[in-house]
């Protein structure tokens, strides 16, 4: 059976790649991919494991948004789309994988990145801890980090932009 990481990359890979379904068989098991605009992994395993923990779910609370006053509608639908405009030509770092965002490494320690600083290819800018496992994220861009677009211990998505970069 393959490995978390190695299923990670082969789902990075399919999503970089022009193609739209993947399937991989090997020794009892099948991993089959299909893309329609995002990544969809099916992992079947035909031969029992006797060490895997059960998995464990976390209740999701989402709290309902504020009604904005009527008075300022037009002015917020404005910044809005000036946001939207500006976001162009910006890099956005995505989360590889479904986890929480931390922006440092420790409560205690600073946080890697904030609104402002230089970011290289290789700068860690946040981990994304998932299973237990945590995972330092990459800039993948030299540039100037413009906006963190979510908050620390938030759950994020695969593919749910968490930075935005103006790119160097």
């Known amino acids: 059976m393959l490995k978390v990481q190695e299923i990670r990359e082969l789902i990075k890979l399919v999503d970089h790649s022009s193609i739209d379904e993947f399937s991989y068989e090997y020794e009892g098991s099948k991993i089959k991919m299909k893309k ?3 990544v969809k992994t099916v992992v079947e395993q ?3 494991v006797t060490a895997a923990p059960a998995p464990q779910t976390v209740p999701v609370v989402q709290e309902a948004p504020k009604p904005e006053p009527r008075v300022e509608a037009a002015a917020v639908q404005e910044t809005k789309q000036e946001e939207a ?3 162009s030509n910006l890099h956005k770092i995505v989360s590889p994988m479904v986890g929480t965002f931390y922006q440092s490494s420790s409560p205690e320690a600073d946080a890697y ?4 600083s230089k970011v290289s290819k290789d700068s860690i800018v946040c981990i994304v801890e998932a299973m237990k496992l945590f995972n330092e994220i990459e800039a993948e861009v030299n540039g100037e980090i413009v906006e963190i677009l979510v908050k620390d211990g938030q759950l994020v998505e ?3 932009p968490l930075f935005l970069v103006k790119p160097e």
């Open 158 to 160: 695969y593919g749910q």
């Open 46 to 48: 035909t031969q029992p």
């Open 36 to 38: 329609h605009g995002a």
């Open 85 to 87: 405009q500006d976001t």
């Open 113 to 116: 990145v904030k609104a402002g």
